[in-house]
């Protein structure tokens, strides 16, 4: 049986995670650092997506290696925090090599929370430099980083963690900022979607919910208005191609359907990059198969801890103080 | 709240379904008829899928209306039965109008179930031809048409349909033949993953499953063999563009995860096509976004029922024969 794993101890050695929160402007992005470069891929499923380097992750492009993923607040003008990371890591010399020097290659999404804090101040190029700068193999989830003003269906949104260790050795993490449009619990009922996924060791983390008062005109999807988009990072220590990458993308996106009711709609931007360890020359797709169906529970109780980990912000109603 | 509909009552008008079964080579294919010309589209996930005429659904492309979707057995073998329902539109005169007379447009896809039967006889042009002949505005469900030799996660697999009248008057359904490689079921439980989107109606199809005899070794993935696919079929009378019918098949794959686990993997052909009604002026994204919600919901609730109506065949149990 696979081992779950969250927080801190889900994070795969190579990787270190940073956070840059301002709570003023109620925004902050979140860099994820692979320095020494892993294979990377995207799969963008939400239909109002806010991406950078995207396009060069599809599998018959070049470059194999990404040196960090970004996930911003600030919608497109939050865009900007990547030029900080960039420059974090071309003053280390680390990116893909040219005669003209490294160039860092660093993908990147948004997720809207303008207008949610009480400053006008998206995460610009300092903001990512920052991030970079704070990244350490520690995780801190909840309402930080890309986290900081996200709002998931009515509840404050965050930040989570999670992932497995499989039994034929690999890991496999999912770190998610939720900012969705769906629910990612029943409104009748209190009960989050996803809660069957959750560890034995999480199940902590969830709250009485026998003083939650479903309303019943809660039906199941009113025409939700507001502000939009899972952003998910997934990653192995399992060696995959790029290809295969794309593959443990695609099949994690299921774990965005099992927390979120609705999700990949016309109006998010629901994506989810990947990564992985080593030189890309792939795995047998039985193990492929088994590091996504991973992934996607691992993005699922990653949601879940978003969403537990993250306290209230002014206008905005944690998970848990809507139990009573 | 949407009203929950199924087998024929949530078909829509306008559309006719046909099976072609054969019990011998356990094999088959099923039709649906729109011979005015639906708006049409696809979204493919799985990574092992065998198509035809899915190209031309692409919304930069041109032909913008399909006048029958067919979903049949026999693997890359089967498409062949493409060509029957070709046959039967063209003799009624329906399809592409051109110079040199109708063409018709049959997007078609297979699912895998050779070797299942006592004779290898993949369905042919014949079989395409008469499920198209057999078409009717009923809804036969269970082991027949492309779900006869159709296996779900090691029970038998079949056709499920159902759907959903919205308040706002649009009714959207969904077709599904259920060959996953992944399980419907929690197999230390019994339980359906889908359980709790069955409407009230539809409970008295779940059987007792308090005899159920959960392995401790059945952990939650476990190296998963055999064949394969997923698909499905969604229908709305909504009058999407063709761009948002692709939106309509993109969120209904969500209910495919939420019923199958592991879904979109690297073994199966998931698919999801889409039909809409009219001349493909396009709906408000909002409508959009509740018609491709419970275009999900309506994908999962068809494949529990496909699981539920199913009874075995040789060397296949039924799920309910799990249950004691």
């Known amino acids: 049986m696979a081992e779950a794993l969250w927080g801190s101890s889900a994070l795969l050695a190579g990787l270190r995670l940073g ?12 860099v994820v650092l692979a320095e020494e470069g892993w294979v990377g891929a995207v ?16 599998p018959e492009n070049t470059v194999e ?24 890591l071309r003053e280390k010399g680390k990116g893909f090599p040219t005669p003209g020097g490294v160039v860092p290659i660093v993908p990147a999404a948004v997720l809207y929370d303008l207008g949610r804090g009480k400053v006008h101040r998206p995460p610009g ?13 520690r995780v801190e989830e909840g309402s930080v980083g890309a986290g900081t003003g996200a709002v998931a269906g009515g509840v404050k949104g965050g930040v989570g963690l999670a992932g497995y260790l499989l039994e034929e050795g690999h890991r496999v993490m999912a770190l998610v900022a939720v900012n969705s449009l769906g629910r990612p619990f029943d409104p009748l009922t209190g009960r989050l979607y996803g809660e069957e996924f959750l560890a034995e ?13 479903g309303s019943p005109e809660d039906y199941r999807y009113p025409f939700l208005l507001g502000q939009n988009t899972t952003l998910a990072v997934v990653a192995t220590d399992a060696p995959l191609s790029k290809a295969q990458t794309r593959r443990l993308a695609i099949m994690a996106q299921d774990g965005i359907a099992r927390a979120i009711r609705p999700a990949h709609t016309p109006l998010d931007g629901d994506l989810v990059f990947a990564l992985a360890l080593g030189e890309g020359k792939g795995v047998d797709p039985y193990i492929l198969l088994r590091l996504g169906a991973y992934a996607a529970d ?6 879940l801890r978003a969403v537990l980990l993250s306290g209230g912000a002014p206008g905005i109603p944690a998970y848990r103080d809507l139990l009573g």
């Open 19 to 30: 956070h840059f929160t301002d709570l003023e402007a109620l925004t902050g992005c979140t």
């Open 43 to 58: 799969d963008v499923r939400g239909a109002a997506p806010g991406t950078r380097e995207t396009d060069l992750l599809a």
């Open 65 to 88: 290696k990404v040196q960090a993923v970004l996930l911003t607040g600030g919608s497109a003008l939050g865009l900007a925090a990547a030029e900080g990371v960039v420059r974090y």
């Open 125 to 137: 190029v300092e903001a990512g430099y920052q991030a970079a700068l704070a990244a350490r193999e």
């Open 201 to 213: 060791g999480e199940r902590a983390l969830l709250p009485d919910r026998s003083r939650y008062w």
């Open 298 to 303: 691992a993005v699922t109780r990653a949601i």
